[in-house]
């Protein structure tokens, strides 16, 4: 199964975007900025990633039970980039939010995060191939 993360332009806060399965829209996605300058947190880079369902430690201890959620394997210079709930740039801790609303008055939002994440879950949880993750970058035409 392949989830493809195609981002949008972003904000000085935020890389909005959209998260398709097998080329097929799933919900917006919400990501640290792109600029690099001030230091993390911010998007990883653009490229092909293996994912896979884990434990989280930050959400599990929030919880107080096991969380689960997909973790993006291998991405230099980055630990733990996880997809999980949220709503807004400071949410992220360096990963990828998911929602089902965005507003185009609030470009650094998505709403209906933990509904959004659940189904998500369900749907990755049930799926018996080897899960890969895709990020593209906004490319200007």
Not at 62 to 77: A, E
Not at 82 to 108: F, S, Y
Not at 125 to 139: A, F, G
Request: hydrophobic share 35%; net charge negative; aromatic share 8%.
């Amino acid at each position: 199964m392949l989830l493809t993360i195609t981002r949008q332009q972003g904000t000085a806060l935020s890389t909005p975007g959209m998260l398709d399965i097998d080329g097929i829209f799933q919900c917006y996605t919400l990501e640290p900025r792109m600029d690099r300058s001030h230091g993390k947190p911010y998007a990883i880079p653009a490229d092909t990633y293996a994912l896979v369902l884990e434990r989280s430690p930050h959400f599990s201890a929030i919880m107080g039970y096991d969380f689960l959620t997909p973790h993006v394997l291998d991405v230099p210079g980055f630990d733990y980039i996880e997809i999980h709930p949220g709503n807004k740039p400071a949410d992220t801790l360096g990963c990828c939010l998911v929602g089902e609303i965005r507003r185009p008055d609030a470009p650094d939002w998505i709403g209906n995060s933990v509904l959004t994440f659940t189904a998500l879950m369900a749907r990755l949880q049930k799926c018996k191939e080897p899960l890969t993750i895709s990020y593209v970058d906004h490319k200007d035409e």
